[in-house]
């Protein structure tokens, strides 16, 4: 029980490890207007340079816009009143196998995917409210326009 | 009093999940672009169970009533750049590639790749947060593994190396490639000169 109990533990400290050396996705490369990204509980604000996590959610204004370059090369960058959640990212810089999920829950996307999708062609996927798309190594854009009930 | 209120907030979500679906309205638009040189990659869009695949420049999905994908036909560019201007307009600069060769096994760059130096630190200097990534290849001669490990080595004396021009070690990652990615393709054991190089990429 106590060596069940030390594995499990063992495990979840591995966990974060796992997602990646330093553990950080990709770089903010583009901030204008008022751009936040949510983190845990707390809100950032995003510069130029803020080192993106698993997790994050970028969040933009009526007059915010915002670009980030992630670390396989995947170019993800969102207008106003956008909500995109970087739901998952791993890559293994050897052999460039990997997982990029991402949901677009409001607003305008543009995406050039990088070398996970390149590499795997199931292996990049954006969500909106309604659809599921599957990258197969392309440039493509979304939105997700808010609709008056 | 409070249980009360807790089945009531039960049977209220049970309505909601009803045979009868509720039409919630929707307006979701996916285009799919062609790269700077033209080239067009694929898309899959899925909903409820029903899957489109888009493969051509400009093909266009919409979503707007729960249940219905349709053809959006084909957006024009121009309507494209008004309406994702914002999003385009903050997309970062495109990561460039540049190739390193060594002299024989020496650590040494060959002339011409000793020229390509000055145009990586401009490169770098013209970008917001710059970040290098040194992949090392090698050619097929020897194992996957031990060819993972000569990859990486030739990875790291590049970074020193970049390091003594100037470059941050903090702005730099390696990783080595092995034998995975040959650029001239070859039987396994063939020795290839041109495979065993050093792929410096700015973004």
């Not at chain 1, 009526?62 to 970087?86: E, H, I, K, Q």
């Not at chain 1, 791993?90 to 949901?103: I, K, L, N, V, W």
């Not at chain 2, 909601?16 to 509720?22: D, E, F, L, S, Y």
């Not at chain 2, 993972?148 to 030739?154: E, F, G, I, P, V």
């Amino acid at each position: 029980m106590r060596w069940g109990l030390t594995l499990v533990f063992a495990l979840t400290l591995c966990m974060p490890l796992a997602a990646g050396a330093a553990d950080d996705v990709g770089r903010v490369k583009v901030a204008k207007g008022s751009v936040v990204i949510e983190r845990g509980g707390a809100r950032l604000p995003a510069t130029v340079g803020l080192r993106l996590q698993q997790g994050d959610v970028i969040a933009t204004g009526r007059d915010g816009s915002a670009g980030v370059t992630f670390n396989d090369d995947t170019l993800l960058s969102v207008g106003p009143d956008t909500v995109l959640s970087v739901d998952r990212f791993a890559f293994d810089s050897t052999t460039h196998a990997g997982r990029f999920d991402t949901s677009l829950r409001q607003g305008t996307l543009s995406a050039v995917s990088g070398k996970i999708a390149k590499q795997s062609p199931d292996a990049m996927k954006v969500r909106t409210p309604s659809t599921i798309l599957g990258v197969r190594g392309t440039e493509f854009v979304v939105r997700v326009a808010p609709v008056s009930p | 009093m409070r249980r009360a209120l807790v089945v009531l907030l039960m049977l209220t979500a049970g309505c909601a999940a009803t045979p009868k679906v509720v039409t919630k309205p929707v307006d979701e638009m996916v285009v799919l672009l062609p790269a700077p040189d033209g080239k067009v990659g694929a898309l899959s869009v899925t909903h409820a169970g029903h899957e489109r695949t888009l493969g051509a420049p400009y093909a266009t999905t919409r979503l707007q009533e729960q249940g219905k994908l349709v053809d959006g036909g084909s957006l024009t560019p121009e309507q494209v750049k008004q309406t994702f201007a914002d999003a385009l307009g903050a997309q970062p600069p495109r990561p460039v590639t540049f190739l390193l060769y060594f002299l024989g096994d020496s650590d040494e760059f060959t002339p011409e790749s000793k020229q390509e130096l000055p145009k990586i630190l401009q490169e770098i200097a013209g970008r917001p947060a710059p970040e290098i990534v040194v992949v090392g290849h090698t050619d097929r001669v020897g194992t996957v593994a031990y060819n993972d490990a000569l990859s990486l080595r030739r990875a790291e004396r590049v970074r020193a190396q970049l390091v003594d021009i100037g470059i941050a070690n903090e702005q730099m990652r390696v990783a080595g490639r092995g034998e995975r990615a040959p650029l001239v393709p070859t039987a396994d054991e063939v020795a290839e000169p041109r495979n065993r190089r050093v792929e410096i990429t700015v973004r």
